[in-house]
């Protein structure tokens, strides 16, 4: 059994009230509820699993699917 390390870990402190609380970026800017969503967003957008589309950004690449005899597909692999 493969045991993985988690990739991030949660602070030992409460959640931040972002109503209450006057928290700021690194810029100055307020971090609010629509702050934290789009943040999220945009990580979502950016991080993907697997290979990178060949045709475009979040559209499937075209596959084809065809048989071979062996020796047509050593010399297309070589």
Not at 1 to 14: E, F, G, H, S
Not at 49 to 62: D, T
Request: aromatic share 4%; no cysteine.
């Amino acid at each position: 059994m493969i045991t993985r390390k988690p990739r991030y870990t949660l602070a030992d402190q409460p959640d931040a009230d972002l109503q209450q609380e006057d928290i700021r970026d690194s810029r100055g800017r307020r971090i609010t509820q629509d702050y934290v969503d789009a943040a999220v967003a945009d990580v979502h957008e950016k991080v993907s699993r697997g290979r990178p589309s060949l045709s475009a950004v979040r559209q499937r690449s075209p596959q084809v699917t065809f048989r071979l005899p062996p020796e047509l597909r050593e010399r297309a692999e070589a």
